[in-house]
């Protein structure tokens, strides 16, 4: 397994700011991921965090936006740009040891933009 | 694409019942299926998937693959049950999860 811890926990932010998460895991990591869960919703991954080369980014998620960081294979940063009201959201970080088997999660960073 | 579907937001049982938690999906692939589970202020954790085809906590579910559904299933629902319990589908190339809205299970005493 991998324990993984995520920071800040929550926070609340002025619109037009921006908000750097981040997410450090126990042990080296081959996958790192990034999931939204917005209020009363399910979790939807934002992107794939790879170590030396940029994100891959899902459908509706784009690099200008959250741009994510992966120095080394047990830290990865997400930030959420010029935020909006509608960033108000859980924004996870997982991480998958073995290619197709399960993924460990964070705890989750609550955000809110006023 | 991939989706998963859960049709209930919220089941409510009394301890002792029959609980079961319905999941469909849609993958053109070969699907992997799980079941996660998050308690209350706890992280959201593996329950159980379906290549293991084990029971956990008396949980089972089983994929069939003729009505793409993976039911998550419990013959006599505890109070420590009450989680809130999302299905998920790994595509083939294991690197990408896909959840289901969940469903949030209450077991009344």
């Known amino acids: 397994s991998a324990v993984i811890s995520q920071k800040p926990s929550r926070d609340i932010c002025q619109r037009g700011t921006s908000l750097t998460i981040q997410c450090q895991v126990d042990?080296?990591?081959?996958?790192m991921f990034w999931y939204r869960q917005q209020p009363g919703q399910s979790l939807t991954l934002i992107a794939t965090a790879n170590q030396g080369s940029e994100a891959t980014y899902e459908s509706g998620f784009v690099i200008d936006k959250f741009p994510i960081s992966r120095p080394n294979l047990t830290f990865s940063t997400l930030t959420v740009s010029n935020m909006s009201p509608e960033d108000s959201s859980i924004y996870l970080c997982?991480?998958?040891?073995?290619?197709?088997?399960?993924?460990?999660f964070g705890p989750g960073t609550r955000l809110t933009v006023l | 694409a991939q989706r998963v579907t859960q049709p209930e937001k919220l089941l409510s049982v009394f301890k002792g019942a029959p609980v079961e938690l319905k999941c469909n999906y849609s993958?053109?692939?070969?699907?992997?299926l799980f079941w996660y589970v998050q308690y209350s202020r706890q992280r959201l954790q593996l329950l159980l998937r379906?290549?293991s085809r084990e029971s956990i906590k008396g949980f089972t579910a089983d994929l069939n693959k003729g009505e793409t559904s993976f039911h998550l299933k419990k013959p006599f629902a505890q109070e420590e049950d009450s989680a809130m319990y999302y299905c998920a589908l790994q595509n083939n190339a294991g690197n990408m999860l896909t959840f289901g809205g969940g469903t949030r299970l209450m077991v009344k005493p």
């Open positions: 379906h290549i």
């Open positions: 997982s991480v998958g040891l073995v290619r197709g088997n399960e993924q460990f």
């Open positions: 042990s080296q990591v081959t996958m």
């Open positions: 993958y053109s692939g070969s699907p992997e």
